[in-house]
């Protein structure tokens, strides 16, 4: 009884995170870490460029999550597209001749998926693991969950077009409630004249800051883990831009908007770090925008 309430207070929290998150990044980010409360293990796939893309992971051993980020799968074959077709389906295990995505893990007695739509379609997949001996375990919660995130989701969206309408005809103050940290794209959009999947295929983000020295400042790595936080945003949903930017070498003129908004949520949440928190900002800009070349921000 004692372990029920503790997952249902840590399953209450979660949820009251997802509502006060604003980007799409951060809701994925509340999304995955919730799901502690329903599982002891669980990895992320976005549906991007017509493949299962991984994103991030929560559980699992170091190697295995590395290439847990590094995996991509066809969105037309396989139990994760099997689940992305299924429209009323809140989570289900595999069956008879499935298999779940691999990617180096230990092997798993009870996996479920559990598809988050928005719009009506499906843009991730969470895929949670245990083995027969493993708590907690409870797919209506990690379903709450996918709810909570998708709502969140859809009204950012609703806002987003609410100010595309408005942007023509006169401008309108934003609601504090959906006001949007920096203007990222859509996370279901549909991309005009896409290039072909080389063209605009990115490093999957780790999920963490870059490895360094040990931090002595918790205010520091929050800094620095927020930055990553921005960085990885404006890309999630902007990765045409971003490549073309990189290889036309144009990229603050294309992301010049976003990069704005960017700084100044970072500045809203960090005014004491002053130059230090700059440097951590356009270290991020640079290693996750980038690719690591400080000459495209120059």
């Known amino acids: 009884m004692k372990s029920d309430a503790t997952t249902l207070e840590l399953l209450d929290r979660k949820m009251a995170e997802l509502a006060s998150f604003l980007s799409p990044g951060e809701i994925f980010r509340a999304l995955l ?41 066809p969105a037309d074959d396989g139990w994760l597209a099997a689940l992305a077709a299924e429209e009323d389906v809140r989570w289900r295990s595999l069956s008879r001749g499935e298999s779940a995505p691999s990617f180096g893990q230990p092997p798993a007695s009870e996996v479920v998926g559990l598809p988050l739509r928005v719009s009506g379609k499906t843009v991730a997949i969470l895929v949670a693991e245990r083995t027969d001996d493993e708590g907690p375990w409870a797919p209506p919660a990690l379903a709450l969950l996918c709810q909570a995130a998708r709502l969140r989701l859809e009204l950012d969206l609703a806002w987003r077009r609410l100010r595309g309408s408005v942007a023509k005809s006169a401008p309108v103050e934003e609601p504090v409630a959906v006001v949007q940290e920096q203007p990222v794209a859509v996370a279901v959009a549909t991309v005009a004249d896409t290039p072909s999947a080389d063209d605009t295929a990115l490093a999957p983000w780790s999920g963490v800051a870059a490895p360094g020295r040990a931090e002595n400042d918790p205010r520091r790595e929050e800094a620095r883990r927020y930055a990553r936080l921005v960085a990885t945003d404006i890309r999630l949903y902007n990765e045409e831009a971003v490549v073309l930017g990189r290889r036309q070498r144009d990229l603050v003129s294309r992301l010049g908007e976003h990069l704005k908004r960017g700084r100044e949520s970072f500045a809203r949440r960090f005014p004491d770090l002053g130059a230090e928190g700059t440097k951590l900002l356009d270290d991020a800009f640079v290693h996750v925008l980038g690719g690591g070349d400080a000459t495209l921000f120059s």
Do not use: C, H, M, N
Request: proline share 5%.
């Open 33 to 73: 870490e919730g799901t502690t409360a329903g599982a002891p293990r669980t990895a992320v796939f976005l549906l991007r460029d017509g493949r299962f893309k991984g994103w991030s992971s929560i559980g699992y051993p170091v190697d295995a999550a590395r290439r847990q980020r590094e995996i991509a799968l």
